[in-house]
T-cell receptor, first 114, second 113 residues
Framework: KNQVEQSPQSLIILEGKNCTLQCNYTVSPFSNLRWYKQDTGRGPVSLTIMTFSENTKSNGRYTATLDADTKQSSLHITASQLSDSASYICVVSEGGTGFQKLVFGTGTRLLVSP | NAGVTQTPKFRVLKTGQSMTLLCAQDMNHEYMYWYRQDPGMGLRLIHYSVGEGTTAKGEVPDGYNVSRLKKQNFLLGLESAAPSQTSVYFC????????????FGPGTRLLVL
């Protein structure tokens, strides 16, 4: 069964500190991996999309990595800010022709404390 | 440019009542999607549309119907609401289904008593 697992489930860090969120997946065939940020009470917002050939992609203070061999991804947040408090969702797109199904992780809830 | 909007933001229904959730996008996207988000679970696809006049079932379509009469609108209907349909519903749209970014609406919180 295609699955996306994220760890930790929740995390508290002090403002200004760095953190890394993990994502492991069993989705096959693989098309791409996405990281979304979801603020409380809002819809998810895309941070990065990586294909099989991409190892790393950055979006400001957010850097995502992908190891397609081990089927692992991470999202690194540098110099955290209070506004980074949110859920971060890892999403893997199934490969193949036609409509590509997205498999969503359950998210990591991050709280940045002052 | 409002992106993806959803109406209503919040609704309380009694078991057996019906309602329609409206999603609108102004990005001229071909693809539109309806998801539900429940505690402890990832978003799950209910129905989707690959263009005006077309719809298809997703992962959890039972109890829901959809229509895409206009390219910019995607309606989700509950004919006879059940408590199990209590959830947060998100609409999304994308330019393509092949790796394209999905843009999500703000969500509709539905409580079925």
């Amino acid at each position: 069964k295609n699955q996306v697992e994220q760890s930790p489930q929740s995390l508290i860090i002090l403002e200004g500190k760095n953190c890394t969120l993990q994502c492991n997946y069993t989705v096959s065939p693989f098309s791409n991996l996405r990281w979304y940020k979801q603020d409380t009470g809002r819809g998810p917002v895309s941070l990065t999309i990586m294909t099989f050939s991409e190892n790393t992609k950055s979006n400001g203070r957010y850097t995502a990595t992908l190891d397609a061999d081990t089927k692992q991804s991470s999202l690194h947040i540098t110099a955290s800010q209070l506004s980074d408090s949110a859920s971060y969702i890892c999403v893997v797109s199934e490969g193949g022709t036609g409509f590509q199904k997205l498999v969503f992780g359950t998210g990591t809830r991050l709280l940045v404390s002052p | 440019n409002a992106g993806v909007t959803q109406t209503p933001k919040f609704r309380v229904l009694k078991t057996g009542q019906s309602m329609t959730l409206l999603c609108a996008q102004d990005m001229n996207h071909e693809y539109m999607y309806w998801y539900r988000q429940d505690p402890g679970m990832g978003l799950r696809l209910i129905h989707y549309s690959v263009g005006e006049g077309t719809t298809a079932k997703g992962e959890v379509p039972d109890g829901y119907n959809v229509s895409r009469l206009k390219k910019q609108n995607f309606l989700l209907g509950l004919e006879s609401a059940a408590p199990s349909q209590t959830s947060v519903y998100f609409c999304a749209s994308s330019y393509s289904a092949q790796g394209g970014t999905q843009y999500f609406g703000p969500g509709t919180r539905l409580l079925v008593l």
